[in-house]
């Protein structure tokens, strides 16, 4: 079992449609992750969050939207996505973001989004 | 910048035996942190076993080895008695030491097949 939690596993939307991405962890971490992976691909990063603040935004475009309600759960809202934004998007936490080696990444199983 | 290499798009192995996988980095930091990680079709991101460049000695977990060189950048993975359940991508994963991110460098990924 994952202990980084996301939600819908499978999510199909249409350019015009406003979804979530929904990512919970109970570990007690203070670092969350968006990566996004096509098939084939090393994930990419896209946000990091840290103490609840975003702290980097890898040139994202702003249809993507993270938001970071409380140090559990990580989301990201999508809105007027195109074809090419289909991809697996994985969630991922880490005790602290600025320590050393003891605090690897977990990550969630991904929620696989196709946009049409 | 930091890239990270791994020039076995896709390995094969025979279950019970030996296989190792290759990734070189290139980097002009003294200290970083490396990792494999592991990506089954259930496609959670698994970490596999970490290494401390600062530590000559080697990481083990169980029947996963690395072989680390330092000063030729390497830094492979070595499966022993391989198992069905091995059967997965792997991604080697390059980490500087501190700062302000705790952003991992992903390779290529190598996708290994066990066969019975």
């Known amino acids: 079992d994952t202990e980084v939690t996301q939600t819908p596993k499978h999510l199909v939307m249409g350019m015009t449609n406003k979804k979530s991405l929904k990512c919970e962890q109970h570990?007690?971490?203070?670092?969350m992750y968006w990566y996004k992976q096509k098939a084939k691909k090393p994930p990419e990063l896209m946000f990091v969050?840290?103490?609840?603040?975003?702290?980097i935004n890898e040139s994202v475009p702003s249809r993507f939207s993270p938001e970071c309600p409380n140090s559990s759960l990580l989301n990201l809202h999508l809105h007027a996505l195109q074809p090419e934004d289909s991809a697996l998007y994985l969630c991922a936490s880490s005790s602290r973001l600025l320590q050393g080696l003891n605090s690897p990444l977990h990550f969630g199983n991904g929620t696989r989004l196709t946009v049409t | 910048a930091q890239t990270v290499t791994q020039s076995q798009p896709e390995m094969s192995v025979q279950e019970a035996e030996t296989v190792t996988l290759s990734c070189t980095y290139d980097t002009s930091e003294s200290d970083y942190y490396l990792f494999w990680y592991k990506q089954p079709p259930s496609r959670q991101m698994i970490l596999v076993i970490r290494q401390e460049a600062y530590k000559q000695q080697n990481a083990t977990e169980n029947r996963f080895s690395v072989n680390f060189q330092k000063a030729a950048k390497s830094f492979s993975l070595k499966i022993s008695d391989s198992q069905l359940g091995d059967a997965a991508m792997y991604f080697c994963a390059y980490r500087s030491p501190g700062g302000a991110t705790n952003k991992l460098i992903f390779g290529t990924g190598t996708l290994l097949a066990v066969q019975p």
């Open positions: 570990m007690g971490h203070r670092a």
């Open positions: 969050y840290s103490y609840e603040k975003l702290s």
